[in-house]
């Protein structure tokens, strides 16, 4: 096969340099794999010689959108021969790109959690605010909009809730570090501080709603002071809770609840964090062992 051919084919096709470049470089790899591995010509490939070879570039480590480019590649070139009848099937028509692997949500440790806690200083309105901020953020997974937006009449700390509007009111409740730490902003700091009426949970320190840059202001602050190399934003505290959750046995039904999620298929996106350890917990919880 002249494959000076089929590249002028493809530029018939007015595909760019690039992916022109692309095609040949992936089936003239293929060819010398098959040559290798099979002594075959590219005329005698099945469905099967296709499938080894990408098997042998996942072993390789090469990456999803590599190997869908390879499919793609092939599945273009087979074609090109089906239509000059130099073959009778196209051995690629019926495989499939693989799902893109992704990429994993950035999250902060227990431990890490348990040192941003202690940063802030609780003799302050500033510190025991944050502190409540924190620690609100980390433990109901609350996105930094519905953070933001929370008023005092939506919590109830004698009950440990949170209400949380939106297009489908929820309610989550509060840990005991946060439910203390909401209640000690509340009324030895915020209520002294800031008489003046003021619907809104947080506040800054003129008295006004805490915006979105407030937030990411005072988690910027404390990401300095932990000397910490990971990012530090409300997403990442949101991402902790969904982990730190699943991986102390939570179903995906209760935090796809818990943190007003669309579907349990955006809950599923936090597994690939999680570090199960199946012979410690089958010891635990499984009845006759």
């Known amino acids: 096969m002249d494959m000076m051919i089929y590249k002028k084919y493809l530029t018939k ?39 080894t070879y990408l098997v042998a570039m996942q072993k390789n480590g090469k990456s999803s959108s590599t190997i869908s ?4 590649a092939l599945k273009n070139f087979f074609s090109y021969l089906k239509n000059e009848k130099l073959i009778v099937d196209n051995p690629a028509v019926s495989i499939h790109s693989p799902k893109q692997i992704k990429k994993k949500p950035s999250i902060l440790t227990e431990e890490e959690i348990a040192e941003l806690m202690l940063l802030p200083d609780k003799n302050t309105f500033k510190g025991i605010r944050d502190l409540a901020i ?53 009324n030895n700091f915020r209520n002294i501080k800031f008489a003046k009426d003021n619907e809104y949970l947080f506040i800054n320190i003129s008295g006004e709603p805490i915006s979105r840059q407030g937030i990411w202001k005072i988690l910027k602050s404390y990401k300095k002071k932990m000397n910490l190399k990971k990012e530090l934003s409300p997403q990442i505290l949101r991402n902790s809770f969904a982990v730190h959750m699943l991986s102390h046995g939570a179903d995906l039904g209760t935090l796809q609840e818990l943190m007003g999620l669309s579907s349990i298929g955006a809950a599923q996106n936090y597994l690939n964090n999680v570090e199960f350890k199946s012979l410690e917990v089958f010891k635990k919880t499984f009845p006759r062992v």
């Open 13 to 51: 096709r007015n595909l760019s340099e690039n992916t022109i470049s692309s095609y040949i470089y992936d089936v003239e790899n293929f060819r010398a794999y098959l040559r290798a591995e099979y002594d075959l010509e590219i005329y005698k490939t099945k469905k099967a010689h296709i499938l």
């Open 69 to 72: 480019r390879t499919i793609s």
């Open 134 to 186: 924190l620690e609100l953020m980390y433990s109901s997974g609350i996105n930094v909009s519905e953070l933001i937006n929370i008023k005092i009449s939506q919590t109830n700390l004698s009950a440990g809730i949170i209400s949380i509007a939106g297009d489908k009111e929820r309610i989550i409740p509060l840990s005991k570090y946060a439910s203390n730490a909401i209640d000690i902003y509340l």
